[in-house]
T-cell receptor, first 112, second 111 residues
Framework: DAKTTQPTSMDCAEGRAANLPCNHSTISGNEYVYWYRQIHSQGPQYIIH???NNETNEMASLIITEDRKSSTLILPHATLRDTAVYYC?????????????FGKGTTLSVSS | NAGVTQTPKFQVLKTGQSMTLQCAQD?????MYWYRQDPGMGLRLIYYSASEGTTDKGEVPNGYNVSRLNKREFSLRLESAAPSQTSVYFC??????????FGAGSRLTVL
């Protein structure tokens, strides 16, 4: 799996957009970008994933650069409940006999 | 729809004691996983099971054993607990994708 680099921490004001970057310069053509988040000590929660096109769902948007070497997770209107650790993971869609490996992620702090 | 259920939620053990963490999912997922998370750290994969009847080691398997009892259940056993195994343990399941559903976690303290 390609290695990802994320900032250790970020701050965001409530109601503003939170833009979380992720670098994955060694990504392969068949590897997807996945985002998960972990609120306090709860189990991680899946947010979104994409291959090369931008993706949007009810939780967030994922913007992947044209060369696919970096991506940005966007929370359009951050709330206090979005304070969490956000994990960016690059991986093939499915590979039998393997599993997701999580890094340390970005701690996002949303304040009022 | 309960999703992924882990028991117990909290456990305190003495060094050398054994215990089993239970995990059950009701989503008919093929794959199940056990991760551990130490304070200030990301998740580390202990064992996983791609399908019923198969199990594979992850990043940190030493000191643990697993059993995929059936499609629904995947248990994690500590035969002789050590203080280094004090952690929060998460079970997860997925279909043939990397979209995992996690349980709420089991907090284990080994004295």
């Amino acid at each position: 799996d390609a290695k990802t680099t994320q900032p250790t921490s970020m701050d965001c004001a409530e109601g503003r957009a939170a833009n979380l970057p992720c670098n994955h310069s060694t990504i392969s053509g068949n590897e997807y970008v996945y985002w998960y988040r972990q609120i306090h000590s709860q189990g991680p929660q899946y947010i979104i994933h994409g291959l090369k096109n931008n993706e949007t769902n009810e939780m967030a948007s994922l913007i992947i650069t044209e060369d696919r070497k970096s991506s940005t997770l966007i929370l359009p209107h951050a709330t206090l409940r979005d304070t969490a650790v956000y994990y960016c993971i690059v991986r093939v869609a499915y590979q039998a006999g393997t599993a997701l490996i999580f890094g340390k992620g970005t701690t996002l702090s949303v304040s009022s | 729809n309960a999703g992924v259920t882990q028991t117990p939620k909290f456990q305190v053990l003495k060094t050398g004691q054994s215990m089993t963490l239970q995990c059950a999912q009701d989503m008919n997922h093929n794959s199940m996983y056990w991760y551990r998370q130490d304070p200030g750290m990301g998740l580390r994969l202990i064992y996983y099971s791609a399908s019923e009847g198969t199990t594979d080691k992850g990043e940190v398997p030493n000191g643990y054993n697993v059993s995929r009892l059936n499609k629904r259940e995947f248990s994690l056993r500590l035969e002789s607990a050590a203080p280094s195994q004090t952690s929060v343990y998460f079970c997860a399941s997925s279909e043939e994708s990397n979209v995992l559903t996690f349980g709420a976690g089991s907090r284990l303290t080994v004295l």
